[in-house]
């Protein structure tokens, strides 16, 4: 017999003595160390089903969890309102989207810029030029921005953004005490969206015919304080003061109607800037078609639009919108429809995407 087999294989431990508790005073002495700390189970030992709290659609109140972003529109935010966050079905597709496009507006830029809006007479040129202006303007406050009326055919931009714009281009260039900001503003008006607007001719007195002299002092007086410049010009590509502007242009937003004959002006448009030499602009533009009166027909427009985008255009429809069709000052906030908010900051973030691709055309240049 071993050693082992002489020890008592059923012999029962004995007790251990009853320990009294500790006076909170006392501390341990001699060998005594406390137990470890008990440690979570490792990741593999957790289980895999999802909790209760994802089959009712409900986000569990977990600290630290990174948070679902809140609709800020529709039923999707009352549910979210009405449950105190506990449901929250997050932004619509609509809403992530339109982030998108912000995002793509608010981007860095480096110098000054400018946008050519062209389009023949009941296009909604001018509308488009207004919108897009106050988009950018809108969200982005850290620089500003200015809408310029070049249309030398009784443009009425300034009805569009500030009736009450008192100053013009010949106050404007003629000014030689107009050096900070502050002295500028006296000569343009601007809206609620913070958008700059400088008229076609005084508000009040006979009517004077833009040259396209007046027009570059004016445009490089306005230089020296905006960042993005809006150029509203004439149904005419001849004309000069349109010469002048697409001289000095960074991309270009051409404006038709959802129809055939709104389109074939168009795309004679694009055929005269590609006749005259000026492809670089053509490949940096884009093609709205404004549905102004409410009649566009789907099928037609989706057939125009393809033959745009055929030929290698960027396009992009705008709906019809009772609030813009009467005239007067347009509210991007408020009176728009959301639809076609959505469809200006598409055009928006188009232009600001196309402004990175721009030749090395610096402020500097600009202020020569």
């Known amino acids: 017999m071993n050693e082992r087999d002489d020890f008592p294989r059923h012999r029962a431990w004995p007790a251990p003595p009853s320990v009294p508790p500790r006076h909170p005073s006392h501390q341990p002495t001699g060998n005594f160390r406390p137990p470890p700390p008990m440690q979570p189970p490792p990741p593999s030992a957790t289980r895999s089903r999802p909790s209760s709290w994802a089959y009712r659609g409900i986000e569990p109140p977990l600290a630290g969890r990174r948070r679902r972003p ?37 981007s860095i830029l480096h110098g000054s810029y400018k946008v050519g809006v062209l389009g023949k007479g009941g296009v909604g040129k001018t509308t488009v030029a207004a919108s897009v202006g106050s988009i950018f303007a809108e969200l982005r406050r850290q620089d500003r921005v200015v809408a310029v009326d ?30 900070s900001f502050a002295d500028l503003t006296t000569r343009v008006g601007s809206n609620s969206a913070g958008l700059y607007v400088l008229a076609g001719n ?104 393809r033959q745009f985008l055929d030929r290698g255009q960027r396009v992009v429809e705008v709906p019809f919108d009772p609030h813009l069709r009467p005239g007067g000052v347009i509210d991007i906030r408020h009176e728009m429809a959301p639809a076609t908010r959505r469809k200006f900051l598409e055009i928006a973030a188009t232009i600001a995407d196309l402004f990175a691709s721009r030749p090395e055309t610096t402020r500097d240049r600009r202020l020569r």
């Open 202 to 305: 005084p508000a009040v007195g006979p009517r004077r015919v833009l040259d396209p002299a007046i027009y570059r002092e004016a445009a490089l007086r306005l230089d020296r304080h905006f960042t993005i410049s809006i150029i509203d010009c004439g149904s005419t590509m001849d004309a000069p003061v349109t010469q002048e502007a697409l001289s000095d242009l960074d991309a270009l937003i051409v404006v038709s109607s959802p129809w055939a004959d709104g389109a074939a002006a168009a795309a004679q448009t694009m055929e005269w800037l590609s006749t005259h030499g000026r492809t670089d602009l053509l490949g940096r533009s884009v093609v709205v078609l404004n549905d102004s009166d409410g009649h566009a027909d789907k099928r037609t427009r989706a057939v125009l639009a």
């Open 150 to 179: 070049a249309d030398t055919a009784f443009g009425r931009l300034s009805s569009r953004i500030d009736p009450r714009t008192s100053g013009s281009y010949w106050e404007l260039a003629g000014d030689k005490n107009l050096e």
């Open 70 to 106: 809140q609709a800020t529109r529709g039923w999707r935010r009352t549910v979210c309102l009405a449950t105190f966050g506990l449901i929250n079905p997050g932004p619509s597709a609509h809403e992530r989207q339109e982030a998108q496009y912000e995002a793509v507006i608010r």
